[in-house]
């Protein structure tokens, strides 16, 4: 099993921007071959 973290600075985007460009990628998540799952994180405090 592999667990890949990613981190990102969300400099300038809102909150209903994070949720709408997660929502805009979440299908090409889905069809990477044996995928399990995809948790999306953010923390307002840190912009992360």
Do not use: C, Y
Not at 40 to 45: E, Q
């Amino acid at each position: 099993m592999h667990v890949q973290i990613v981190n990102f600075n969300l400099k300038d985007m809102t909150d209903a921007g994070f949720r709408s460009m997660v929502n805009e990628v979440a299908p090409a998540f889905a069809s990477v071959p044996g995928l399990l799952g995809k948790i999306w994180l953010a923390d307002v405090g840190k912009n992360t």
